[in-house]
T-cell receptor, first 109, second 113 residues
C-alpha cells in the first residue's frame, strides 16, 4: 500500500464547479505539500501546511493530522486550473518527501 | 532571481554513455534534491543535499552520483546510462531542509536507447 494515496485519480469538471481533491497518508509527518504540475511539465508549490487551513485566491488546503487526511479545494474552477495536482508528505527532519501519484484535473469551458 | 535552473531540457543517450544533468539556484537555498518522475508513479527522490559538501541518498540512488561543492550547484551524474533511467528528472530546492516551500526546476526529459 502506498504511503500517500490521492483520490480521485482523474477528475473532469465544468467551469465554475467546486472541486475537491483528497490526500490520505499512513505515516507520521511534519508537513504536507500540495503541488501543481502544468501540462508543460513544470511543477509549482501551492501550499505547505502542518495544521489547519490555508487559502490563496480560489485555492483552499486543509489538513486533519489526527485523521491523516488533507483536502485541496478549488472554488469557481476555470479551464486554466487544468493540471495534475500532487500531494506530498514530509517525514523526518531532512524534509524528504513522499509523493502521491497525482490527480489529473480537467476543467471544461 | 532566476530561481532553479535545470539543463538540458531534453537529452537522448545510448546505453552505457555518461552525462551530467545540471541544476543551479540563486536563492541561497541550503536544501537541494533530485527526483525522477515515471508514468503511473509519484516523484521519487534520487539524492539530496542539506548544504555544500553534504549529500545523501534517497529512495532510488543506484546508477546516479551527486556532489555539492557550492551552495548554488547540485549536478546529477549518470555513470553508465541504462534504459531503466529513461524518465523525467526534476531538481528542487528550499531554504532549509525542514518544512519549507519547494522550488522546482523545469525538468529534463531523458531517453536512454
Amino acid at each position: 500500500k502506498n504511503e500517500v494515496e490521492q483520490s480521485p485519480q482523474n477528475l473532469t469538471a465544468q467551469e465554475g464547479e467546486f472541486i475537491t481533491i483528497n490526500c490520505s497518508y499512513s505515516v507520521g509527518i511534519s508537513a504536507l505539500h500540495w503541488l501543481q504540475q502544468h501540462p508543460g511539465g513544470g511543477i509549482v508549490s501551492l501550499f505547505m501546511l502542518s495544521s489547519g487551513k490555508k487559502k490563496h485566491g480560489r485555492l483552499i488546503a486543509t489538513i486533519n493530522i489526527q485523521e491523516k487526511h488533507s483536502s485541496l479545494h478549488i472554488t469557481a474552477s476555470h479551464p486554466r486550473d487544468s493540471a495534475v495536482y500532487i500531494c506530498a508528505v514530509s517525514k523526518g527532519s531532512q524534509g524528504n518527501l513522499i509523493f502521491g501519484k497525482g490527480t489529473k484535473l480537467s476543467v471544461k469551458p | 532571481n532566476a530561481g532553479v535552473t535545470q539543463t538540458p531540457k531534453f537529452q537522448v543517450l545510448k546505453t552505457g554513455q555518461s552525462m551530467t544533468l545540471q541544476c543551479a539556484q540563486d536563492m541561497n537555498h541550503e536544501y537541494m534534491s533530485w527526483y525522477r518522475q515515471d508514468p503511473g508513479m509519484g516523484l521519487r527522490l534520487i539524492h539530496y543535499s542539506v548544504g555544500a559538501g553534504i549529500t545523501d541518498q534517497g529512495e532510488v540512488p543506484n546508477g546516479y552520483n551527486v556532489s555539492r561543492s557550492t551552495t548554488e550547484d547540485f549536478p546529477l551524474r549518470l555513470l553508465s546510462a541504462a534504459p531503466s533511467q529513461t524518465s523525467v528528472y526534476f531538481c528542487a530546492s528550499s531554504y532549509e531542509a525542514t518544512n519549507e516551500k519547494l522550488f522546482f526546476g523545469s525538468g529534463t526529459q531523458l531517453s536512454v536507447l
